[in-house]
């Protein structure tokens, strides 16, 4: 081997595309949380409307049924209607409702947690804007003349939910049928997974991280991890009625359930592992309008923790130099371009030429691989 030939260097090409740090998993498809909702007992009790549809959502403010020709309003808290609301009272109850009306654009009263004369009169707009008379706490019609500083919400005519909007499960109610139990299940919650993925891509995620989901069919989603879920304390959680009556099945009512909802509360449980080596996790998806019924059976999914721009310069990681907080590529040529480091997945990262860079970095042209440099030899 001849001793004095020069070094060459082993380069690779700058490439342009899109860096996406994700893991490959199956998924099972739950409800967030199913209530069922119904009125205190009324002997005769009588659908004086058609209530919300079968698989429509209510929001804030929503007539979710009509029952002897007065309302269940849509409000929203995490306690559950237990009384009548009247001048007053006091307590969290209170405040939510207040807090419903300010978010219509109601008065809601001078002090959180205080029904003043504030809170009636938003209260009383609220049933006008819906077209039903306010009443008071006996159930008396206020006269529509009248400010309304004696309105109330009657037990039975607000539902308050602990996330919105609400989907119904069954109809809320056909005009002209007797109340027969439960007025309707709704559920709460936006559309939830339990995410299994291999344990070696588990140890990636970092928390609570907004990811991208991305189904068989190609269609992507955004949404949040909610941390590790066990499987055998996540399932379609149901909690008993609101409004203090029986429930489905005749079951007592709890104004909460004591069941964790689906993606929450098991967040300090350790995730589920099988002997392959893989983890679950929760994950709440943000724009999906609906999801495969629970219990449908696993689907495979694509879980993206991260992902760069679609036209994106790639290097290996190997080109990428780094000292005194400065990383730079060194070009065949000998320029070196000072650059940023984005992403970096299975070998190559993305870079962008740093403001401060007199060299420009483009698709085709040749980078240094750190310390790859070996001698030319004669074939020998």
């Not at 070094?7 to 199913?34: F, N």
């Not at 706490?137 to 005519?157: C, H, M, Q, T």
């Not at 005009?175 to 339990?194: D, H, K, M, Q, W």
Request: glycine residues 12%; charged residues 15%; contains cysteine.
């Amino acid at each position: 081997m001849n001793q004095n030939m020069p070094e060459l260097a082993l380069t690779a090409q700058v490439e342009t595309g899109a860096l996406s740090d994700e893991a490959q998993g199956t998924a099972t498809s739950i409800v967030t949380r199913t209530e069922a909702v119904s009125l205190p007992a009324k002997e005769g009790a009588r659908f004086t409307a058609d209530g919300l549809a079968a698989g429509s959502e209510a929001g804030l403010g929503r007539v979710l049924a009509e029952v002897n020709e007065r309302p269940v309003i849509v409000l929203q808290g995490p306690v559950a209607a237990y009384r009548t609301l009247s001048k007053g009272a006091t307590g969290r109850d209170v405040a939510q409702l207040q807090q419903s009306l300010a978010a219509l654009g109601y008065e809601s009263g001078l002090s959180l947690g205080t029904f003043d004369d504030s809170t009636a009169r938003g209260l009383a707009a609220l049933f006008r804007t819906l077209g039903y008379p306010a009443v008071s706490v006996d159930g008396s019609v206020i006269p529509a003349e009248r400010s309304g500083s004696n309105a109330a919400l009657v037990l039975g005519e607000g539902y308050f939910a602990p996330v919105l909007p609400v989907k119904a499960a069954g109809a809320c109610g056909t005009n002209r049928l007797l109340v027969e139990g439960p007025l309707c299940e709704v559920t709460t919650g936006a559309p939830s997974l339990i995410a299994t993925i291999p344990t070696a891509d588990a140890q990636r995620i970092k928390g609570h991280e907004n990811i991208r989901v991305v189904f068989p069919d190609g269609k992507t989603y955004s949404g949040a991890l909610n941390g590790p879920a066990s499987t055998k304390n996540i399932s379609n959680q149901t909690s008993s009625s609101q409004n203090g009556t029986k429930g489905a099945g005749g079951t007592e009512s709890a104004s909460q359930s004591n069941a964790p909802a689906a993606g929450r509360g098991a967040t300090n449980t350790a995730p589920d592992s099988d002997p392959s080596g893989s983890k679950s996790y929760a994950i709440v998806l943000k724009d999906a309008p609906e999801l495969p019924a629970p219990g449908s059976g696993d689907m495979p999914l694509t879980v993206i923790f991260s992902q760069s721009e679609a036209e994106s310069l790639l290097v290996p990681s190997t080109a990428i130099r780094a000292a005194s907080g400065t990383s730079w590529v060194e070009k065949e040529s000998g320029a070196r371009v000072d650059v940023t480091v984005g992403l970096c997945v299975q070998g190559r990262c993305v870079v962008r030429p740093a403001s401060a860079s007199e060299e420009g970095l483009s698709t085709g042209e040749s980078v240094i691989i750190t310390g790859a440099a070996k001698k030319a030899s004669d074939g020998g």
